[in-house]
């Protein structure tokens, strides 16, 4: 069965740093596209990050630009999000995500159709 497992959430104080990772299981997506989603409370799940299949063409969020870095480990089957000074408005459940019929990179979450359970980050004042 395919599965996708979110870790390396917790709570931060702002200008802190945190590694998510996700791990996949199941099947292999070293062909695919991948991404990292959030959702707030009260809110709509928004596009954080994404990368193609190869891991050299990526995507952000202007919210998050240049303060995230989307990575992934394809021998691994695993994709990183390495999230570096923290604000309050980052605070969210982080949700990883794979595109199986995508290479190239895509940033609507309709595109996507694995998803993990997601890991809460936390970022206080």
């Known amino acids: 069965q395919v599965q996708l497992v979110e870790s390396g959430g917790g709570l931060v104080q702002a200008g802190g740093s945190l590694r998510l990772s996700c791990a996949a299981s199941?099947?292999?997506?070293?062909?695919?596209?991948m991404g990292w989603f959030r959702q707030a409370p009260g809110k709509e799940r928004e596009f954080v990050a994404a990368?193609?299949?190869?891991?050299?063409?990526?995507a952000y969020a202007d919210s998050v630009k240049g303060r995230f870095t989307i990575s992934r480990d394809n021998a691994k089957n695993t994709v990183n999000l390495q999230m570096s000074s923290l604000k309050p408005e980052d605070t969210a459940v982080y949700y990883c995500?794979?595109?199986?019929?995508?290479?190239?990179?895509?940033?609507?979450?309709?595109?996507?159709?694995?998803w993990g359970q997601g890991t809460q980050v936390t970022v206080s004042s």
């Open positions: 995500t794979v595109a199986s019929s995508r290479r190239t990179l895509v940033v609507v979450e309709t595109s996507y159709d694995y």
């Open positions: 199941g099947r292999t997506f070293s062909s695919n596209a």
């Open positions: 990368l193609d299949w190869t891991g050299g063409n990526t």
